[in-house]
């Protein structure tokens, strides 16, 4: 199966004039059916729902422009470092998106948008992680020497 990029801009054009209400349904499902998860994002989930909204609406938009949305994809694979975001947790959030997608298309959800959807995020959170992989890499590590510490006096 391959990603049909239109279904892709329409679906998330659809969704892009509901806003936030989006991401609410969307980190809802998503701690109610992995709960584990919740600990890794803030108490106030007011700022964290605007940026999953606006990066849900940039894939969808870019999705057929690899030199926009590549980038972007890396970028925010190695920032989630930071939250110990881990590759199993790509697939959660997978879920979680598909299901608010489907919940908010109704009978515009089909089994091609869907696949094609599955297909969209596989792919995207590949090109996460393997940014994160590789801005983690052990080659990258530099060890600390004698001339990284302060004479003695």
Same mark, same amino acid.
């Given at each position: &199966? ?13 969704? %892009?004039?509901? $806003?936030?209400?989006?991401?609410? =349904?969307?980190?809802?499902?998503? @701690?109610? =059916?992995?709960?584990?998860?919740? !600990?890794?994002?803030?108490? *106030?989930?007011? /700022?964290? #729902?605007? #940026?999953? @909204? ?9 999705? *057929?422009?690899? /030199? ?5 994809? %890396?970028?925010?694979?190695?920032? =989630?470092? !930071? ?10 959030? $997978? !879920? ?5 997608? %489907? =919940? ?8 091609? &948008? ?21 801005? &983690?890499?052990?080659? #990258? ?13």
């Amino acid at each position: &199966m391959s990603i049909n990029i239109q279904l892709i801009q329409s679906s998330g054009a659809a969704v %892009k004039d509901l $806003g936030v209400p989006v991401a609410e =349904h969307f980190y809802n499902y998503m @701690f109610t =059916h992995f709960p584990e998860v919740r !600990k890794m994002f803030p108490g *106030d989930m007011t /700022e964290q #729902r605007i #940026r999953l @909204f606006n990066s849900v609406i940039l894939i969808a938009t870019t999705i *057929d422009n690899l /030199e926009v949305l590549v980038p972007y994809l %890396k970028e925010l694979g190695i920032s =989630h470092i !930071k939250y110990d975001t881990r590759p199993e947790h790509y697939p959660i959030v $997978g !879920k979680s998106l598909l299901n608010t997608l %489907k =919940h908010f298309l109704g009978a515009a959800w089909t089994q091609e &948008m869907a696949e094609s959807w599955i297909e969209a995020y596989n792919l995207a959170s590949t090109v996460c992680i393997e940014a994160a992989y590789e801005a &983690m890499a052990p080659s #990258r590590f530099v060890p600390v020497t004698i001339d990284d510490v302060p004479p003695a006096v």
